[in-house]
Structures are given as structure tokens and as C-alpha cells.
């Protein structure tokens, strides 16, 4: 087996190289040719993607990180599309909602029913008595 010494000169002088010029079979160097490269994604393709308006790009750098952020999200959105809300917990809210015949529920808040408890009466007509000495004190003067 015979192995390539990358740093030795070959026979016309010149370093040896991995992919480098080799000598055509007529003895001329190959012609140096332009391999394509992957077109690169721009931000424009992954917003058709994201919109379904075109395929999955292929990218690299920067656009890779911000294609794989939103199949992520994709992801993460179509699992919580398929979550639902447990029975028991759609029947608390439902029970905890005030019924809609109710008198309570459509009248205004001055024509509801007032429950005061005796010591917010008690206040009420301590403060009544009060503002109305303070009214004849200024009455008088």
C-alpha cells in the first residue's frame, strides 16, 4: 500500500495536494471547474415555508439556528393543538358561571339586592351623624 506524502514535491516541482490539478491522460493539468454550491436561505424562504407557500429550505450559519427555532415551535404548537382541557374542569367553569335567566345577572348594579352586615350599618350611621353635626357646625358659623 502505497501512502501519499502531502508534503514532498511531486515530479514537476509543485507540493502535493489533496484534490489538487492532476495531469490529464494527455499529460495537461485539468481544468479547474466551479462546483455549485446549495443555494443558501435567505429569510424570505423560511417565511414562505413557514407560511406553507413553498418546500423546507436547506440552509446553514444563522438562518439553520433560525429555521430549526420555528420547526420547533411548529412543533411544540401542533402538540399543544392536540391538548384538551379535562371534563371536570370544563364543568367547574360551566357551574361557576351565573345563569343566564337569572334577574341577578342582566339588572343593574343599583337595582341588585344590597346585603350589608350589621357592623357596615353601624359605620354607615356613625359617619351619617358625624357629616351631619360637621354640616351644622358650619351652619352656624
Known amino acids: 500500500m502505497k501512502l501519499d506524502d502531502m508534503y ?4 514537476r516541482g ?9 495531469p ?3 499529460g495537461a493539468p485539468l481544468a479547474d471547474r466551479e462546483v455549485p454550491l446549495p443555494p443558501v436561505a435567505t429569510l424570505d424562504h ?3 415555508w413557514l407560511d406553507g407557500e413553498g418546500p423546507e429550505p436547506a440552509v ?24 384538551v382541557t379535562p371534563p ?4 367547574r367553569i360551566m357551574a361557576s358561571l351565573p345563569d343566564v335567566g337569572s334577574s341577578t ?17 353601624l359605620a ?10 360637621l354640616a351644622m357646625r358650619i351652619a352656624a358659623s
Open 24 to 26: 490529464a491522460e494527455g
Open 46 to 48: 423560511i417565511h414562505r
Open 8 to 11: 514532498e514535491p511531486n515530479r
Open 105 to 121: 345577572a342582566i339588572a343593574p348594579w343599583w337595582k341588585k339586592d344590597l346585603h350589608l352586615s350589621p357592623v357596615t350599618i
Open 88 to 91: 371536570y374542569v370544563a364543568a
Open 124 to 133: 354607615l350611621a356613625v359617619g351619617a351623624f358625624s357629616l351631619g353635626l
Open 14 to 22: 509543485e507540493a502535493a495536494r489533496e484534490g489538487g490539478k492532476q
Open 60 to 83: 446553514r450559519g444563522d438562518a439553520a439556528r433560525s429555521l430549526e427555532l420555528w420547526r420547533r415551535l411548529d412543533q411544540e404548537t401542533e402538540r399543544r393543538r392536540r391538548v
